[in-house]
């Protein structure tokens, strides 16, 4: 499904190079849990980003589903990305003047999907992750658990193959961390495969594989049978 091949992401500012990730390899498979982690700094989120699209590598090839990256227009990379992919961020990136319905149902409308279509879905995923009564609230009238629920319900209301997520339990307690990642859990059950950046040893643990980046670089990567 995601092939890397000698992924490179350099930093320049002045006359300041930073080398963030230093020939990535890696193959992820459909339907897998992948979990990232390592030390702050050593292109977690860098090697995300690029495997989410949002970022380009300075050097090396990311294929998806067999089809080189680099010879993608960015018009067909953003079709990409709103077909096949979903994202959750420590930061929940909520918009603060639209509902949490409307929040959650911006994808769709991104994908043209007629309103009604839209709104069973959208009411599909909050039944779901049990925040359907709070679908008039607005994002600051809600709790950091409430307001991850929904970031996680407007990245899975297109049914994306591929659900990436950026240190998602970051801001929340260990109860609602553990919520977040039975959901995430379930999801690579019924068949999206995941790949997870995290700090958290308990959350890399829901994970099939585990590679561990230092330097830039994946110095050991595990295979976890308690997840299987």
């Known amino acids: 499904m995601i092939k890397a091949v000698n992924l490179q992401k350099v930093y320049r500012s002045l006359n300041v190079e930073t080398v963030a990730l230093d020939n990535i390899n890696l193959e992820i498979q459909a ?42 227009s960015d018009r067909e990379k953003a079709n990409l990305r709103k077909r096949y992919l979903g994202f959750v961020f420590q930061s929940f990136n909520l918009i603060e003047e639209l509902s949490i319905f409307e929040n959650i149902e911006l994808p769709l409308a991104y994908l043209n999907i007629p309103k009604n279509n ?10 779901q992750l049990q925040i359907a ?38 801001n929340l307690d260990s109860a609602k961390g553990r919520e977040v990642m039975d959901i995430f859990s379930r999801l690579n059950e019924n068949g999206t495969t995941i790949i997870l950046v995290t700090h958290s040893q308990r959350n890399a643990d829901y994970a099939q594989r585990v590679l561990h980046l230092y330097d830039g670089q994946i110095v050991t990567e595990n295979i976890n049978r308690l997840a299987f």
């Open 133 to 170: 009564h709070k679908q008039r609230a607005y994002p600051q009238q809600l709790s950091g658990g409430q307001q991850q629920r929904v970031a996680v319900a407007r990245a899975i209301v297109t049914n994306p193959k591929i659900l990436l997520a950026d240190e998602p339990t970051g």
């Open 118 to 127: 839209r709104r069973i879905r959208v009411h599909q995923v909050m039944e």
């Open 31 to 72: 339907g897998e849990f992948v979990a990232i982690t390592g030390p702050s700094g050593c292109g977690k989120s860098s090697l995300l980003n690029i495997l989410a699209l949002l970022d380009k590598a300075t050097r090396g090839d990311l294929f998806f589903f067999g089809r080189n990256t680099a010879q993608m």
